[in-house]
């Protein structure tokens, strides 16, 4: 399948997303997309999708000009979109979303249709309970049933926006060769990324974005920092974690064992010092979840403490761990973080103490606007969460975590986000380090995980390893000890 768009325009309000994009995608082709968060990437694959109109231009499949009217109306002429947050039913089965849309006969044709999905599961070496509620996955393992669900439905052009985000690096390679294969097949795929890395694998060429315009077409493999200019236009430099060898020790869990619908952990001995960050490796589903819910006072654990400074903290009650500074943030943005509907501004009014009984509208429009600002938030006070971008709403998540937390617990918290919105996250996080508070962080990202932790605890299989020095580690040790290799 070759796609040709021609001269797309789409604006929201005063925001001029795509602002006269022109590219060709040919058949057999992987076509990288790269872009600041904001640049219009997931606005430009959306109307290619069906999922939004665009207020000018056209779209050409196989030479003929095309108008789709819907999501449904693309899918009928082979193009799919997997999207940053899964699109699905938490509520019903993994068969139940799995067959939504399914037009064929009046019956459910269960026996069949099984057939079918477990034919494209055994190609991605995917394996669900296909009777297991969508509500139960991670994040990660829900992004897997779109991509199955994609090819289940037979889609010649796939769309994959920001599709390894959560996902294992064994998971992402087993992704990578099927998207090749894919393609050696003559199917087509446009795969949008933040990832240099990963455009410089996997693609022969890819597109930039900037500010909602066509700024590079570059053959790949291509120089980071190339790739970064054309992306930012300048270079982006990384932050490193605080020396905090000689800090106090703030935080403390004694014997902490942690339930999780597939197991039971070992017992688990930690202290965390003021300004510390650890991260929490492992793949999807291992317990980094359920570990930092744990610690929030979300879930219960079978045994142990959890001790602030000497105090025993009692699970029971969340609004006793907030009171003591430990805060949670879910990778879930618009599942769990924000709520569909409200502004910018109301949640800003959720996230403070409250300190009067009736709102005062006027004080509570200052501190979004200056949180707006000093979070680089692209939307208005009066922006809707569903209406951001993602990485705007990630940003959003952060700029809700009150001045007073002492405790962090982050689950992915850059997800989504380029490199330098990575760095700018990091900024921010290094600042309330500075000020004593301690960070435990969850990321797919290896990567991210070395760079930005001082102390990085494993998961694997039910079991929660002793913390290692960042610096006592690589690529390939990590990866090992996330595989289960080195483990004592």
Known sequence: MEIE???????????????????????????????????????????????????????????????????????????????????????????????????????IQKNSFRKEVEKVEDLLAFHFKLSELVGTLSIGERQQLEILRLLVYGSELIILDEPTTGISTQQKKQLFDLLKRLAELGKTVIFVTHKLAEVNELCRRTIVLRQGKLVGDVALPCGSASLIQAMFGKAVDLQDPLDVSRSEEQFEVRHLVIKDAHFFSNPVNLSVRKGEILGLAGMEGSGQKAFLRTLAGLEKPLDGAFFDEGDALRWGSTHSFTKRGVYFMPAARMEEGLIQGMTVQEHFILSQPAEEIMIDRERSCRISETRIKEFSIHGSSSSNAEELSGGNQQRLLIAMLPERARLLLLENPTRGLDIESTNWIWEKLHERCKKGASILFASPDMEELLRFSNRILVFFAGKISEPFFSRDLNSEKLGALIGGEGWR
């Open 5 to 107: 768009i021609r001269n797309i325009h789409k604006s929201f309000g005063a925001v001029h997303a795509n602002a006269g994009i022109s590219l060709t995608v040919h058949a057999g082709e992987i076509l990288g997309v790269l872009g600041e968060n904001g640049a219009g990437k997931t606005t430009l694959m959306k109307i290619l999708a069906g999922l939004q109109p665009c207020d000018a231009g056209e779209i050409y499949v196989d030479g003929k000009l095309v108008h789709f009217q819907s999501a449904d109306s693309a899918l009928a002429l082979g193009i799919g979109m997997l999207s940053q947050d899964p699109l699905d039913f938490p509520m019903l089965t993994i068969f139940d979303n799995l067959y939504l849309g399914r037009k064929k006969g009046f019956f």
